[in-house]
């Protein structure tokens, strides 16, 4: 027996060859669509027995906001999530979100078929060293990528900072100083300073690891000290 399904990914050329490859398989596709923000009305409006929804990225912050409203909304719509390599973050964010299952991108069209089944039937659609993986990570989560630039920030002074940017901007000794007002070897200082206390030995190395944790988009929010250099 077919399942009536939705298929809603951000690509839509994605989602309608999956459409139409499911079709022939003898299952009812109501609707493949694109992007997956308007994913929930349009699921909570049809009322499928399984959304496949597809996404590039499981593991940025929001992406499954519009799975939660359609099992808040539709809790007997069973939703499997597509997406690439999964990490145990991308995975455990999809199911804590409501989702029954995830599926590879790659993976085969009878795979596919499979989750689907198995989604419909209230089973988890996973494969098993996936859902561990998942499972470890909501009980044990891994601190935030930029943790560690937040960590790195709080040992820079607003000063520091602001050589920690410039320096990441290509800017030598002599700009920074032209830049902040000061002395060329205040500002030879100053770098020297934030060299050690990033633990690195070179302004390339600073750069790519202010880059690397975020500290750089952290630093944008601290004000400038004001006052003499």
């Known amino acids: 027996m077919g399942v009536r399904l939705m298929v809603v990914d951000d690509h839509r050329l994605l989602a309608e060859a999956l459409a139409s490859a499911l079709k022939l398989r003898g299952h009812r596709v109501l609707a493949a669509a694109a992007p997956t923000a308007g ?8 009322a499928p027995e399984v959304c496949l929804f597809g996404t590039a990225t499981p593991a940025a912050a929001g992406v499954f906001d519009p799975v939660l ?3 808040r909304e539709r809790p007997q719509v069973a939703v499997v999530v597509l997406g690439p390599v999964p990490s145990p973050r991308g995975i455990a964010a999809a199911f804590a979100a409501g989702a029954s299952g995830y599926v590879r991108h790659d993976e085969r069209i009878e795979g596919v078929e499979r989750a689907m089944m198995k989604a419909r ?18 009980l044990n989560p891994a601190a935030q990528p930029d943790d560690e630039g937040q960590r790195l920030l709080r040992m820079l002074t607003p000063r520091e900072v602001e050589v920690l940017v410039r320096v990441a901007e290509g800017e030598d000794t002599r700009l920074i100083a032209a830049g902040m007002g000061i002395a060329p070897s205040t500002a030879r200082t100053h770098v020297q300073r934030v060299l050690m206390k990033l633990g690195v030995g070179s302004r390339l ?9 975020g500290l750089l988009d952290r630093a944008a929010s601290v004000p400038s000290q004001p006052g003499p250099r």
């Open 39 to 46: 994913a929930a009305e349009l699921v909570v409006s049809r």
């Open 121 to 138: 039937a209230g089973e988890a659609a996973v494969a098993p060293q996936l859902l561990q993986g998942a499972f470890t990570e909501l």
């Open 205 to 213: 190395e600073a750069a790519a690891l202010a880059a690397r944790t």
């Open 69 to 71: 409203r359609i099992k």
